[in-house]
């Protein structure tokens, strides 16, 4: 009996839910009877599987394949997100968590410190690169997967978490008590570290040409950039290299915010949907950068709000794309809170269209001569294979790193298994100039240029457009 209204009660539901979705669908509805017998099928289903099934099947097992079975009928960036992703979902959203402010990786099973994040409480209590975590609270790392891992070093602001550390080159664990806060994730990212461990974002410091690498689009994003670019002001930025690069993408707010800071008048982004009104942002004069050449770096990992705001200024053309085609995402998700904020349902809900009116977004038919994504200009296209792009990538990640600060007499030797050392295309002269900054010497900028650009051609595709742009304005 209990089972029977529990069906009766998820049918009226589904009902209730159909008949509210066809009050707002445009043209003649289905008629009641056919959404009853609809939602009927399923729920019988449902009980049936429940009821008989050679196996006891959880029913809200159930209920969320139901919900993800109806997903895969649409766009693969509809998504449902359960009780148990939602933690970790916000914290990708606001690039916020509770945490002690450390990238780790798993190296031979071991959990190893691959980077600490500057200013954090891991960074302030000396955990640095190639660390080995040996226990987390007392309990053994060893076995665990990088998940669990990742897990346990998080937690509520204010908590303690006591970890068991050994340091590059010792055998003795060190025991290490550090109080976890809220960790801000940095988007906003330069060429090179400083001697403090804060980045550089001069890439030419002779033509005031700087480089700024966006890894996502945040919530705070629009913000960082802003304070980096007042501080560039100040320096005389005479020319601006924007990365997005491997960018997926982010927040459509922040794409806006973004492209507002260098176009100062005319439309940024239209979007339109089946059910929501066509609506266009239009960019402000305040608070924008400019009267320097620009150059906005994509490739076909560029997606999403890199599309927004590479297509917004090229259309203006207020920069030049450098690179290949981005991926082609050029449509609207919206979250739609479901059990009070436990769970969610991410939605396509619309599409939205470059400041020409193109279409940015790539269908599943779509052939390489029809119109998408967003595409270098004219005699800008400069492909990478493969290897050069594990080489950029590496090269980034490992200027990403932060490195024990060692004396001067004693300056870092990169070991045979390093892989900044495997870069077949870096030199050795790169390596010295690594081994500068991490000796707490900051590497001239020429020198940071040159080792950036000799595994990457496409910066150095960027570089010479800018200074011949410089060379031009005198």
């Known amino acids: 009996m209990v089972r029977r209204k529990l069906t009766l009660g998820l049918l009226l539901l589904l009902l209730a839910a159909g008949q509210a979705t066809a009050a707002t669908e445009p043209g003649a509805a289905p008629a009641e009877d056919d959404y009853y017998e609809l939602y009927k099928l399923l729920v019988d289903t449902m009980d049936q599987v429940e009821r008989n099934y050679v196996k006891p099947v959880d029913r809200?097992?159930?209920?969320?394949?139901?919900?993800?079975?109806?997903?895969?009928?649409?766009d693969p960036y509809s998504s449902y997100i359960g009780p148990e992703r939602m933690g970790r979902f916000r914290g990708s959203v606001e690039n916020e968590f509770g945490g002690i402010g450390i990238q780790v990786g798993m190296e031979n099973g071991r959990l190893q410190v691959i980077s600490p994040l500057v200013g954090t409480p891991g960074y302030r209590a000396g955990l640095i690169a190639g660390d080995w975590i040996a226990k987390?609270?007392?309990?053994?790392?060893?076995?665990l997967t990088l998940d669990a891992a990742i897990e346990r070093l998080k937690g509520k602001p204010g908590t303690a978490v006591n970890l068991s550390v050994v340091h590059p080159g010792a055998t003795e664990e060190v025991d290490v008590a550090i109080t976890r806060e809220i960790i801000h994730v940095q988007t906003v990212l330069g060429d090179h570290r400083n001697a403090d461990d804060t980045w550089n974002y001069l890439l030419d410091s002779q033509r005031r040409i700087a480089y700024?690498?966006?890894?996502?689009?945040?919530?705070?994003?629009?913000?960082?950039?802003?304070?980096?670019?007042?501080?560039?002001?100040?320096?005389?930025l005479r020319g601006l290299i924007l990365d997005l690069r491997f960018n997926p993408g982010g927040l459509l707010h922040a794409a806006i915010e973004i492209s507002d800071r260098f176009v100062a008048s005319g439309t940024i982004v239209s979007t339109d949907g089946r059910n929501s009104p066509k609506r266009t942002w239009e960019a402000e004069q305040a608070g924008t950068f400019e009267g320097f050449p620009m150059v906005v770096l994509v490739n076909r990992y560029s997606a999403s709000a890199s599309e927004i705001v590479a297509a917004c200024l090229q259309d203006h053309q207020r920069a030049v794309v450098i690179g290949e085609r981005t991926w082609g995402k050029g449509s609207v998700q919206n979250v739609i809170e479901l059990e009070g904020g436990d769970s969610a349902l991410k939605l396509t809900t619309a599409s939205y269209h470059r400041p020409s009116g193109k279409n940015i977004h790539r269908f599943a038919d779509a052939k390489e001569t029809d119109e998408w994504g967003v595409l270098p200009n004219?005699?800008?296209?400069?492909?990478?294979?493969?290897?050069?792009?594990?080489?950029?990538?590496?090269?980034?990640r490992q200027r990403d790193i932060v490195r024990p600060h060692l004396p001067e007499t004693e300056p870092r030797q990169p070991k045979a298994d390093d892989p900044a050392s495997q870069a077949e295309a870096e030199s050795a002269a790169d390596r010295a100039a690594d081994a500068e900054a991490d000796a707490g010497t900051e590497p001239e900028s020429v020198a940071s240029t040159q080792s950036g650009s000799a595994v990457d051609r496409q910066l150095r595709k960027a570089l010479e457009y800018l200074s011949d742009e410089l060379a031009r304005a005198k």
């Not at 969320?64 to 109806?70: C, K």
């Not at 007042?230 to 320096?235: A, I, M, P, S, Y």
């Not at 004219?378 to 980034?396: S, Y």
């Open 212 to 236: 700024i690498r966006l890894t996502a689009f945040g919530r705070s994003t629009p913000k960082e950039l802003t304070c980096v670019l007042r501080d560039l002001t100040k320096e005389k």
């Open 378 to 396: 004219e005699g800008f296209e400069l492909k990478l294979d493969t290897k050069e792009m594990l080489a950029v990538v590496e090269d980034r």
């Open 136 to 143: 987390i609270d007392g309990q053994p790392t060893e076995g």
């Open 60 to 74: 809200r097992e159930l209920v969320e394949a139901a919900i993800e079975g109806v997903l895969t009928k649409l």
